[in-house]
């Protein structure tokens, strides 16, 4: 597959289904740590809770075909969807804001198995700079602009105050970041080229809370 193909493909993909995939990832790679071979889409539906069909419509999306009757051979579908979802290339990333969340993410190891090395952290207090986190320097915010030259890295994890928000998409823009992931429940506002995913806890948090709050109710 041509890499523009790949690119038109990916953004044809409803968000639901990609969210949906790295489920069924975690599930087959169980199952395959097991020492199972093979796996059904009716079994990948019933652990995930959704639908067979929705499970086969999902997969459509990705270049693997089940066999009749035995389903999808368990180490190719991991390998298939590991490439689909981009986990197999690295791509760097420098962290805004080394607070509680920022270095919790810096201490994430997890992260680098999915695709995404942090490879450096950035903090507007200078008593962090000139630090580490398990190995990751953390420098001045003021030195990103050549830090950025050196690391060349295309991912932004936003972790600052609210208030900061915005500035810091900005400054991350400027210096070349092509992709932002926003931990913070500010809505940041970039150029269309730029991709961005948010990911509040506390809009989680709220969902949460007010689904509680019903069953509460309910009984």
Not at 1 to 25: D, F, G, H, V
Not at 72 to 87: C, D, M, N, P, W
Not at 110 to 116: A, N, V
Not at 137 to 153: M, R, S
């Amino acid at each position: 597959m041509m890499a523009n193909e790949k690119i038109t493909q990916l953004w044809s993909i409803p968000e639901p289904t990609l969210r949906r995939l790295p489920w069924y990832l975690a599930f087959v790679k169980l199952l395959k740590g097991k020492g199972e071979s093979f796996v059904s889409s009716t079994q990948i539906a019933k652990e995930i809770n959704v639908d067979p069909s929705q499970v086969a419509k999902d997969l459509s999306f990705v270049n693997i075909s089940g066999r009749t009757r035995v389903g999808y051979e368990i180490g190719a579908l991991i390998a298939v969807l590991e490439e689909f979802l981009g986990f197999t290339i690295q791509h760097k990333a420098l962290l805004f804001g080394v607070g509680s969340l920022g270095a919790a993410l810096l201490q994430d190891s997890g992260l680098k198995q999915y695709g995404m090395e942090i490879v450096a952290g950035f903090d507007i207090r200078p008593e962090l700079a000139g630090t580490c986190i398990k190995d990751i320097p953390v420098f001045h915010v003021n030195d990103f602009p050549g830090k950025q030259k050196e690391y060349g890295a295309t991912i932004g994890v936003i972790t600052v105050p609210v208030d900061q928000a915005q500035e810091v998409t900005d400054y991350m823009i400027a210096g070349g970041i092509k992709a932002l992931w926003n931990f913070t429940p500010f809505r940041i506002r970039v150029p269309r080229h730029i991709v961005v995913q948010n990911t509040s806890m506390y809009a989680h948090l709220a969902v949460m809370f007010n689904r509680l709050k019903l069953i509460h109710h309910e009984k």
